[in-house]
């Protein structure tokens, strides 16, 4: 049974930085297509970096700059820097997985089947 934890989220000020990660277990992580998603309240959920199992890479046009999205597949665990956070990005963050992906759909939402629980990130200005 997949399994997806996040941890990481907190409060911080603007400009400040947090590291999201995402413990992985039931499945062949290292071949899984992997993203993060965020929800902030009366929004739709929507892709922030998405990462497949040759390493390419997406962002939101609102993160890129800012956020790098990484593995580690000895750790089965998936990580999310965030640096020069804004205001904007308070919102629940998810993460997801998927067997695989299209690389032009990293960032959708319906491309992937599983997802953690969130974590929560906060954002003063």
């Known amino acids: 049974q997949v399994q997806l934890v996040e941890s990481g989220g907190g409060s911080v000020q603007a400009g400040g930085s947090l590291r999201l990660s995402c413990a992985a277990s039931?499945?062949?992580?290292?071949?899984?297509?992997m993203g993060w998603f965020r929800q902030a309240p009366g929004k739709e959920r929507e892709g922030v970096a998405g990462?497949?199992?040759?390493?390419?890479?997406s962002y939101a046009d609102s993160v890129k700059g800012r956020f790098t999205i990484s593995k580690d597949n000895a750790k089965n665990t998936l990580y999310l820097q965030m640096n020069s956070l804004k205001p904007e990005d308070t919102a629940m963050y998810y993460c997801?997985?998927?067997?695989?992906?299209?690389?032009?759909?990293?960032?959708?939402?319906?491309?992937?089947?599983?997802w953690g629980q969130g974590t929560q990130v906060t954002v003063s200005s």
């Open positions: 039931g499945y062949a992580y290292s071949s899984y297509c």
């Open positions: 990462i497949d199992n040759d390493d390419g890479t």
């Open positions: 997801a997985a998927a067997p695989t992906c299209r690389w032009y759909l990293r960032l959708s939402y319906s491309e992937y089947n599983y």
